[in-house]
């Protein structure tokens, strides 16, 4: 209960500095506050489309090498299992049908 009386209070405080700087100063630093905030959120709006589609590209870009990579290595691989050299998981057997 006092947490919450406590919070209040500060409020209250904080309410009442706000409200003295703006009868002090007038609207003319709250305009300008205003002003600069709406600058800096068309600029963050910005960067951050042009990061998106810098990350869209990357994306695009590593999908095409994972393919190609993926494609490369199940061609050694089919090729060490024709030559013997490796085997897959889960092929214990010889080629006439005993298990190792």
């Known amino acids: 209960m ?6 209040f209070i500060y409020l209250v405080i904080i309410a009442g500095i706000l409200i003295a700087f703006i009868l002090w100063n007038g609207g003319e630093k709250i ?25 869209d590209q990357l ?4 999908e095409d090498k994972k393919e190609t990579i993926e ?10 299992e024709k030559q013997g050299i490796i085997r897959r998981e889960g092929e214990n057997k010889l080629e006439d049908g005993s298990k190792k």
Do not use: P
Request: proline residues 0%; without cysteine; charged residues 45%.
């Open 59 to 62: 994306k695009e870009k590593l």
């Open 2 to 7: 006092f947490k919450l009386l406590r919070m």
């Open 71 to 80: 494609e490369k290595i199940n061609t050694v691989v089919e090729k060490a």
């Open 31 to 55: 305009r300008w506050f205003g002003k600069k905030s709406a600058d800096v959120g068309k600029t963050i709006k910005e960067k951050s489309e042009y990061v998106g589609e810098k990350s």
